[in-house]
């Protein structure tokens, strides 16, 4: 009596499953590499401020000009460095931030066929459970007219 139903719409389901998988794996990469610049980031800042720090302490003391010309140097090439840095995180967050929406929607994608599975097979199931119903009527029926 009860028939095997099956969800028409199955392979494209499956896909969008795998879909959604790919997109978590390049949302996750983006993310790995934007806390990762961060990371390089917040290093260059810090050895920066050592630096200031260091400078700060052998001014008081007397700096020769070689040590000058030394602390200078390094200043301009950490700002450099934290300048570009600063330009990398901004790109990779912004990066991360559109992983994010195309997962989502990948994510949407996939429960939206996820629910019309649902709903299609709760209506198979009412649709079986009435017939069983009208099946049984039907017996008690012939019964009765026995």
């Given at each position: 009596?009860?028939?095997?139903?099956?969800?028409?719409?199955?392979?494209?389901?499956?896909?969008?499953?795998?879909?959604?998988?790919?997109?978590?794996l390049e949302f996750a990469t983006a993310k790995h590499q934007f806390e990762s610049a961060t990371e390089t980031l917040e290093r260059h800042k810090a050895e920066n401020d050592r630096a200031r720090v260091e400078y700060n302490n052998k001014q008081a003391v007397g700096v020769t000009a070689s040590e000058l010309q030394m602390y200078a140097d390094f200043f301009r090439r950490k700002t450099v460095d934290i300048q570009s840095q600063r330009v990398q995180v901004d790109s990779l967050g912004r990066e991360m931030t559109e992983r994010r929406e195309v997962l989502m929607d990948a994510a949407k994608d996939k429960k939206a066929l996820e629910l019309l599975k649902e709903k299609q097979t709760l209506a198979f199931r009412r649709e079986q459970a009435e017939k069983e119903q009208a099946f049984l009527e039907e017996l008690a029926i012939q019964k009765a007219a026995r």
């Open positions: 009596m009860m028939q095997k139903h099956g969800f028409q719409l199955q392979q494209v389901l499956n896909y969008r499953k795998e879909v959604e998988k790919m997109r978590t």
